[in-house]
């Protein structure tokens, strides 16, 4: 079965730079959300999007901004980057407000 | 503020000794209760929700159950394999709010 697919899974970046993470998600799924999970912690809620349109928001920094495409994908755009932004994004998929379905993560390396 | 805890944070078992994980959970109107495992640096992997006190659900050789104040893994006779970090999440009924709130895992080993 398909599953939601994240690009890209490894990145690297300094400080300060930017970077865009893309998540794509199980096909006929209209809501994405957004995770950020920091070594040895539980995943933490950024924001979601249903159809389009931000559905709800969590501890999302001001220095990220996502949306939600006319196609479902979703990418979470990240500026400013500092050390403590280091950690493993994942993007989840579901069928309004039901299961959500993980992918398999971008891990964001700060230097 | 929904909050859910979990307990142990580790547990160490030898293969084929049962055993159960619990969950202890705060929440404004229960949408679900989930359940999901996660290997190191990947992506955590559905395996159940429940929805009411009372509800039960079986895979393998796990089985998920819920009262209104807690929920148990119960793991029976495990394998190698099952050694994972297991998640569960709570995800509440406030119109619009979509997110789900975790629990810090437990880390499980089974032994051979």
């Known amino acids: 079965a398909a599953g939601v697919i994240q690009s890209p899974r490894h990145l690297i970046k300094e400080k300060r730079e930017t970077a865009t993470l893309k998540c794509y998600p199980i096909?006929?799924?209209?809501?994405v959300y957004w995770y950020q999970q920091g070594p040895g912690q539980d995943p933490q809620f950024l924001i979601s999007f249903y159809e389009k349109m931000q559905s709800d928001k969590g501890s999302i920094p001001d220095r990220f901004s996502a949306q939600q495409f006319s196609d479902y994908h979703s990418e979470l755009n990240m500026s400013s980057l500092e050390l403590g932004d280091s950690a493993l994004y994942f993007c989840a998929s579901s069928v309004g407000e039901g299961t959500q379905y993980f992918g398999p993560g971008t891990r964001l390396t700060v230097l | 503020e929904d909050q859910v805890t979990q307990s142990p944070e580790a547990l160490r078992l030898q293969e084929g000794e049962s055993s159960s994980l619990n969950c202890s959970y705060t929440?404004?109107?229960?949408?679900?209760l989930f359940w999901y495992r996660q290997d190191p640096g990947k992506g955590p992997e559905f395996l159940f929700t429940l929805y009411s006190a009372g509800e039960e659900k079986e895979k393998e050789r796990l089985k998920a159950t819920l009262t209104k104040k807690e929920s148990f893994l119960h793991i029976t006779a495990p394998k190698p394999e099952d050694s994972a970090t297991y998640l569960c999440?709570?995800?509440?009924?406030?119109?619009?709010?979509?997110?789900?709130?975790f629990g810090q895992g437990t880390r499980l080993t089974i032994n051979p």
């Open positions: 999440a709570v995800q509440g009924l406030i119109q619009g709010a979509q997110k789900l709130v």
């Open positions: 096909p006929r799924h209209d809501t």
């Open positions: 929440v404004s109107g229960l949408r679900g």
